[in-house]
């Protein structure tokens, strides 16, 4: 796919318009929507000096091309409409028509792989929602996936995509989710323009002049080759070696070949790792490639009779799975239920053997965790786990390149994937992104809000609306208050970006994640509270579009009270929602223990300590146990991945923050 793609994209750029043919920019294709009481450009090619004259509703716009061929036009402001229409475009020798063309509202949604995620790739509720997706009047448009060295002045041509369960398995889950509520609350079409890549850092979507002017990236930027013969070579080069890796990974039979998968096969030197296995408790994070494991485990002649089921709760990017020197099954990762039917007779008495030929990427594989173990159980209820130590080699079968990390070169994806969508007619920007900078988070506010001046300067819209995604919880809990910790840190920076940049709103998802899959499947909370700060900062809507955000700390009796903004309705812990479309389950059962989790304090010694804290009409009260003069710090969720319960009336979660005793927090931009 990705071949194609750059091959498609090299023979737009070269051939489009070298006989001077009527064109009309990529993006612009059948089922589009145009943006609703704003001016809307439409631009193209065509021969030098001729005129060209684009037709929409009861509006005629005509023009002259340059000497580089390009025209462009714009269309008076029009109200929203669900009629379908046909914009032409008219030349002396030439007709383009694009049909089934709604005006109504555009949205510019980008960033990393949880923008990228797909609903088939799993969402909650997957099945139901992609059978009752059925929304003619939202449309997606998925930009592919492609680099430049240069700003390239169009796209391949783009497909905008109507919205039915036939084709929303495609579209990006957050856009649709967000494109839903919006749809359904303004009644009016709704267009998502998706330009995301998955493990990208915030410094491949901004523009090389804009980047320039960070003293980070000035100098790399200065020396960077922006030769398009010598970036296409590259390219070329990291696709080959992804095409010689799935090949390999496809055909290579190495470990058959040696018998591994049978009892007989000695595994003295492999590496020995307790159940949960994970490629980081292995000694392989980051891991691209195929490892073998095996397991033996014991039975006993009258169990080996019986009628087995294997559990085996199994990710990776896709699987061989042996018993006893047989083939049980393949790609058992993409199966809902990760269980197999073991075949009559498959099992012996004495030792048996489970061998599993896996394959990897980023290092992202596992085989159980602390929910779920693996096991075999017998149709009388009989049940044998498949605990304790495995033995596992990277060895066997032959190496395959790495991570080809082209795509993570500075300005690369913006000049393929934003730079020739601008300057289409937008209401604003979405972003998720910042798992793969989160390591340098003391760049990062600084750094997101260069993109937004970036963007924003270069559609010359005005300061268009730019709503992000907090970072979600993610990784182990820390049973104890932490001090350092670069997901929290990084959250903190994300919330910073607020203070630097006007107009923005962030949808925190510190109470949605996974602490086992940095891809969690809740993307429904993310696309609606991405629609709340929409509806606040883009449509004027007077409403609670943020969870509880801390505003100031005083001290009173001998205990802290920590202010808030963004209260909402009030203050609540989780299980006093009651009436929360965002969680029907919760206030199901009133909690007689209204204390919230997620507070400590620092005492001058350098420790830190949880404290007792609870909810006192519009604020929260700390009883940390220990004289105040003893506290430096106060914290609330600051880890990777916090237990929460904090939230305002209307079900958002409260933002965490870490702040000096004596300072107060964030003073907010409204």
Not at 146 to 154: E, F, K, R, W
Not at 298 to 317: G, T
Request: glycine share 6%; proline share 5%; with cysteine.
């Amino acid at each position: 796919m990705k071949s194609r793609v750059l091959l498609l994209l090299v023979i737009w750029l070269t051939t489009s318009y070298c006989k001077g043919e009527l064109r009309l920019a990529g993006i612009f294709t059948d089922n589009a929507v145009l943006q609703q009481q704003l001016t809307v450009p439409v631009w193209g090619r065509a021969a030098p000096g001729q005129q060209v004259s684009v037709q929409f509703e009861n509006q005629l716009k005509t023009t002259v091309t340059g000497a580089d061929g390009r025209w462009m036009v714009r269309l008076d402001p029009m109200a929203a409409s669900d009629v379908e229409r046909t914009l032409r475009v008219m030349s002396p020798d030439d007709t383009l028509m694009l049909r089934n063309i709604l005006v109504g509202e555009v949205w510019f949604a980008s960033g990393q792989s949880n923008m990228e995620w797909k609903l088939k790739s799993g969402v909650l509720n997957q099945e139901k929602e992609i059978a009752s997706a059925n929304y003619p009047q939202i449309r997606i448009n998925t930009i592919q996936p492609s680099t430049s060295a240069q700003p390239i002045g169009d796209l391949p041509p783009s497909s905008w995509q109507m919205c039915t369960p036939s084709q929303v398995p495609e579209f990006s889950a957050v856009a649709y989710f967000f494109a839903r509520n919006l749809h359904l609350d303004k009644q009016v079409p709704v267009g998502v323009i998706v330009a995301a890549r998955g493990a990208t850092n915030l410094e491949t979507w901004m523009s090389r002049e804009r980047l320039m002017t960070h003293p980070d990236f000035y100098l790399s930027m200065h020396e960077f080759d922006s030769d398009t013969a010598r970036w296409n070579l590259k390219v070329r080069t990291a696709i080959a070696a992804e095409k010689e890796r799935e090949e390999i990974a496809r055909t290579s039979e190495q470990g058959l070949k040696l018998k591994v998968h049978t009892l007989s096969y000695r595994d003295a030197n492999w590496k020995r790792s307790s159940f949960p296995l994970n490629m980081t408790s292995m000694g392989y994070p980051g891991y691209w490639g195929l490892v073998w494991l095996r397991k033996i485990f014991p039975m006993n002649e009258a169990d080996s009779r019986k009628n087995w089921i294997l559990h085996l709760p199994i990710k990776d990017q896709d699987d061989r799975i042996y018993l006893n020197g047989k083939e049980l099954a393949r790609s058992l990762s993409k199966l809902k239920e990760k269980k197999l039917q073991l075949p009559v007779t498959s099992l012996k008495k004495g030792n048996n053997l489970l061998a599993i030929r896996m394959y990897v990427h980023w290092g992202s594989a596992e085989i159980g965790n602390d929910k779920e173990s693996a096991y075999i159980v017998a149709d009388d209820g009989s049940r044998i786990e498949l605990n304790g130590e495995w033995s596992h080699s990277t060895t066997i079968e032959p190496p395959v390149a790495q991570w080809q990390n082209y795509y993570n070169t500075s300005t690369v994806n913006y000049n393929a994937m934003v730079a020739p969508v601008i300057p289409y007619a937008i209401r604003g920007f979405l972003w998720y992104q910042g798992e793969n900078n989160a390591g340098r988070y003391n760049q990062y506010a600084g750094l997101q809000s260069m993109l937004i001046d970036d963007w924003r300067v270069r559609w010359q819209q005005g300061y268009l609306p730019f709503l992000f995604v907090q970072l979600a919880n993610y990784k182990q809990r820390s049973a104890t208050p932490v001090e350092a910790d670069d997901w929290a840190s990084f959250r903190d920076a994300q919330t910073a970006t607020l203070l630097r940049s006007t107009n923005t709103a962030m949808a925190c998802a510190i109470d949605i994640g996974d602490a086992n899959d940095i891809h969690p499947k809740n993307k429904q909370d993310v696309g609606r509270r991405l629609y709340l700060a929409a509806k606040a900062k883009a449509y004027g809507d007077s409403i609670v579009y943020s969870g509880p955000m801390c505003k100031s700390f005083s001290i009173v009796d001998g205990k802290i009270h920590v202010h808030f903004t963004k209260t909402g309705s009030g203050l609540v812990v989780k299980n006093q929602l009651v009436n929360s479309s965002m969680h029907p389950d919760l206030g199901k059962d009133i909690a007689q223990d209204l204390s919230v989790k997620g507070f400590a304090v620092k005492i001058r010694d350098g420790n830190w300590q949880w404290t007792k804290a609870y909810i006192d009409s519009t604020h929260v009260v700390l009883e940390p146990g220990v004289a105040i003069d003893q506290i430096t710090h106060i914290q609330y969720a600051w880890q990777s991945n916090p237990e929460v319960n904090f939230y305002n009336a209307e079900g958002l979660p409260a933002v965490p923050f870490k702040q000096f005793i004596d300072s107060n927090c964030y003073p907010l931009k409204q």
